[in-house]
């Protein structure tokens, strides 16, 4: 069964930077496509950024220029480095990823989020 575990969030002040891990783990057959997604109490999951197994990556119009999402396939981790953070970045940010289990069977899971506050 694969997952993924979330680290490194915390309070930082507007304009600072924080960099997220998320660390993919469990017998599977690899590790596909994984993203970071956010939510705010009220509000729905909303797209940060996703990054294909070949790098490919995407992101959301609310963080383009500012975060940056990479991969480390040898060490099954994704990151995410967030620079110029302002207060509406405040949010719980999940870490998901697609795996394809050694039965070939393909699951979407998701982490249990890690918390990001930017506030002065």
């Known amino acids: 069964q694969g997952r993924v575990v979330e680290s490194g969030g915390g309070l930082v002040q507007p304009g600072g930077s924080l960099r997220l891990s998320c660390a993919a783990s469990?017998?599977?057959?690899?590790?596909?496509?994984m993203g970071w997604y956010r939510q705010s109490p009220g509000k729905q999951r909303e797209l940060v950024a996703t990054?294909?197994?070949?790098?490919?990556?995407n992101y959301g119009d609310t963080v383009k220029g500012r975060f940056t999402i990479s991969r480390d396939n040898a060490k099954a981790t994704v990151y995410l480095q967030m620079n110029s953070l302002k207060p509406e970045d405040t949010a719980i940010y999940y870490c998901?990823?697609?795996?394809?289990?050694?039965?070939?069977?393909?699951?979407?899971?998701w982490g249990q989020g890690t918390q990001v506050t930017v506030s002065s």
């Open positions: 990054i294909t197994s070949d790098a490919t990556t």
């Open positions: 998901n990823a697609i795996f394809t289990e050694i039965s070939r069977t393909i699951r979407n899971v």
């Open positions: 469990g017998v599977v057959f690899s590790v596909g496509p």
